[in-house]
Every structure is written in C-alpha cells, then in structure tokens.
C-alpha cells in the first residue's frame, strides 16, 4: 500500500498550537506520515538572499531570512510535536537542513527516518553526516540532474540504510507539463529500490498516475487554510481535501492490485457461463464414441470442459445423453 507523508513543512507559521493542529488533521486524514522542517535559518540563508517569486508573492517578504524567522519553531517545540505525533497514532518525520539540526533530531527526537530536502541534494558534507545516522532516508530530487541523484544517492547508501529516492518538481504549485512522471519508472529501473512521489500540484491526478508508476511513497503538503498568510499554504491541501486525497489514493491501490494474477470466487463463479464444455450434437445413445462427429463446444462448461476433449477422444460414452447436453464423467463410467 502507497505510504502518504504530510508534510506540514512551515505552514504551522511559527505557531505550536497550530502545528498540533496540523498533525491532528494530518492523523484524521489518514496519512502515516507527518513532516516538519528543523533548521538554523542563520546557517541556512545569508542575509543577502532574495525570496523566490513564489515566496514573495504569497508572503510580500523580498528577503529570505526576513521570511524565514516568521515561520520558524522553536526546537524544543518539536519535542512537543513528536511526543503528541506519538500519542494520535501517526509518525513523526522532518526535513533537516543543517548538521546541527540533524544532531538535535538524533539525539532529542530519537528518529531512525529523515528526509533529504530538493534543495541540500547537493550539500556533500551534510550528505556525509546524515549516512550512517539512520535507517531509512528519503532523499528528494528537485532541480537535480540524474548526475547529481546518482552522486548523493552514493553519498548516502551504506549497507545497512534504505534510500527512497523522491520524484519532485520543486515548482509551487507544479504544473502537469512539468511533471515528467514516466521518470520514476527510469529511477525505480536504475536504482532498484522503493521511489516516492512529492507532488506539488493542485490536483489528485498527478499523485494517482505516480501510483500507477511505480511510486510507494507520496508526499502532499497540507494546511489548515489555504487562506492563511505564508509561502506553501496556497500549492497545499486543506485537511478535507487531504482526507479525500489519501481515499482516492487507496482507490488506486486498491485498482492496482498486486503483481500476481489472482481470481476472486466471484470470477470464477463466471467460468461455467463464459467458457465451453463438450456438448453432443444429437441424442446419443450409450456406445457412442467421443468424436467430433457427436460433439461439440457450446456454454456452459460443466462437465467435462472443451480443453479436455482429445484426453477423451474415441472413447465410449456408458450411458445416453441427450441433444445439447453436457458431456460428465458419470457418461463414462
């Protein structure tokens, strides 16, 4: 079954109450997943970088730093996050974008999963730290080249640590002309392992078709109000949408299937009505013998199915039977 990460991300606006409320809807909506970002915005962004149009657009902030401090959370609130993520029943995960981070998430918050976000794919030295640290990592690929996955992908793998590598179109929202999504089938071909989708459309599509792909991971983002102040909230889903985001999801799954041909009881309640049985072409007497001259393949296949007929071929029926009646053992005993 498709894993479905919520990821908070900074939508919580720098409130705990809210981002409590951001894992209660995450929880309510059926996801498994819940995620957060733990950084230092001082080591993070220098105080001559600019927001992205996006971020400009939907915060009136030019600056990033600026932007930054406004949606940040203080690290001990985290604990809190993690504690009440345990209590509701849904995992807590977070982006960590800094070594420092990384040693807080570690040490305070005691998770053996993290995720790689787009824009780090490129930061050896974090890379480097992360590797040995945790059992699982989700490594997204935004703006990178298949070059740069390999690259971090070797980076990070060890024997003992699972990568899944993420899909993403670090556009906000992403368009469908964007999506290029028969990559994940060249990334689930190249790297043998699990791909995940992070999908930052408006639409539910986008997220099925990565399902059908071959994507086992799908990360939506998620906001109590898509009309609250910040730079994500527009290009995520309320929790209803995401509660009907996650069915849909489930739908797909469900349509899949597995890998395996299986047939269900009903299914095979419509072989007797779909396929042929040997039937006799006339009243035939006991002695006659089992040729093409006598019989015939018509529906229903009961009795002896029109598969089997050479098995039976020119041997004698023992008892009568009638015109259009199926061929049974008990004719031959």
Same mark, same amino acid.
């Given at each position: 079954?498709?894993?479905?990460?919520?990821?908070?991300?900074?939508?919580?606006?720098?409130?705990?109450?809210?981002?409590?409320?951001?894992?209660? &809807?995450?929880?309510?909506?059926?996801?498994?997943?819940?995620?957060?970002?733990?950084?230092?915005?001082?080591?993070?962004?220098?105080?001559?970088?600019?927001?992205?149009?996006?971020?400009?657009?939907?915060?009136?902030? =030019?600056?990033?730093?600026?932007?930054? /401090?406004?949606?940040?959370?203080?690290? &001990?609130?985290?604990?809190?996050?993690?504690?009440?993520?345990?209590?509701?029943?849904?995992?807590?995960?977070?982006?960590?974008?800094?070594?420092?981070?990384?040693?807080?998430?570690?040490?305070?918050?005691?998770? +053996?999963?993290?995720?790689?976000?787009?824009? @780090?794919?490129?930061? !050896?030295? $974090? $890379?480097? %730290?992360?590797?040995?640290? #945790?059992?699982?990592? #989700?490594?997204?690929?935004?703006?990178? =080249?298949?070059?740069?996955?390999?690259?971090?992908?070797?980076? !990070?793998?060890?024997?003992?640590?699972?990568?899944?590598?993420?899909?993403?179109?670090? $556009?906000?929202?992403?368009?469908?002309? *964007?999506?290029?999504?028969?990559?994940?089938?060249?990334?689930?071909?190249?790297?043998?392992?699990?791909?995940? %989708?992070? *999908?930052?459309?408006?639409?539910?599509?986008?997220? &099925?078709?990565?399902?059908?792909?071959?994507?086992?991971?799908? @990360?939506?983002?998620?906001?109590? /109000? +898509?009309?609250?102040?910040?730079? *994500?909230?527009?290009?995520?889903?309320?929790?209803?949408?995401?509660?009907? #985001?996650?069915?849909?999801?489930?739908?797909? *799954?469900?349509?899949?299937? =597995?890998?395996?041909?299986?047939? +269900?009881?009903? @299914?095979?309640?419509?072989?007797?009505?779909?396929?042929?049985?040997?039937?006799?072409?006339?009243?035939?007497?006991?002695?006659?013998?089992?040729?093409?001259?006598?019989?015939? #393949?018509?529906?229903?296949?009961?009795?002896?199915?029109?598969? /089997?007929?050479?098995?039976?071929?020119?041997?004698?029926?023992?008892?009568?039977?009638?015109?259009?009646?199926? $061929?049974?053992?008990?004719?031959?005993?």
């Amino acid at each position: 079954m498709t894993k479905i990460i919520a990821e908070a991300g900074v939508n919580h606006n720098g409130d705990l109450k809210k981002a409590l409320k951001l894992v209660a &809807q995450a929880k309510n909506s059926g996801a498994d997943y819940i995620k957060f970002q733990i950084y230092n915005r001082h080591e993070q962004i220098s105080k001559y970088a600019n927001t992205a149009s996006y971020q400009k657009k939907n915060t009136k902030n =030019s600056k990033m730093l600026k932007m930054a /401090s406004a949606y940040d959370l203080k690290l &001990q609130d985290h604990k809190i996050i993690k504690k009440f993520s345990e209590k509701v029943g849904i995992k807590y995960l977070a982006s960590c974008f800094d070594i420092d981070s990384v040693k807080f998430y570690k040490k305070n918050l005691n998770n +053996n999963e993290i995720k790689i976000a787009s824009g @780090e794919i490129t930061n !050896l030295e $974090l $890379l480097k %730290f992360i590797k040995k640290k #945790f059992k699982k990592i #989700f490594l997204s690929t935004g703006m990178s =080249s298949f070059r740069e996955i390999k690259r971090a992908v070797s980076k !990070l793998q060890t024997k003992e640590n699972e990568i899944i590598i993420f899909h993403c179109i670090s $556009l906000y929202p992403a368009q469908n002309k *964007d999506l290029n999504l028969n990559f994940i089938k060249t990334l689930k071909q190249k790297f043998k392992r699990q791909i995940g %989708f992070s *999908d930052h459309t408006k639409n539910y599509h986008a997220a &099925q078709l990565a399902v059908a792909c071959g994507a086992s991971y799908l @990360e939506k983002h998620i906001t109590l /109000s +898509n009309k609250m102040p910040g730079p *994500d909230h527009k290009a995520s889903f309320s929790p209803k949408k995401m509660k009907h #985001f996650i069915n849909s999801i489930k739908k797909v *799954d469900q349509i899949l299937g =597995s890998y395996k041909k299986t047939l +269900n009881n009903n @299914e095979l309640q419509m072989i007797k009505y779909a396929r042929r049985g040997i039937v006799a072409k006339r009243n035939l007497s006991k002695g006659s013998i089992i040729n093409k001259k006598n019989f015939t #393949f018509k529906r229903p296949c009961v009795g002896i199915p029109c598969e /089997s007929f050479y098995k039976y071929h020119n041997k004698i029926i023992t008892k009568n039977i009638l015109y259009d009646q199926n $061929l049974c053992l008990t004719h031959l005993k």
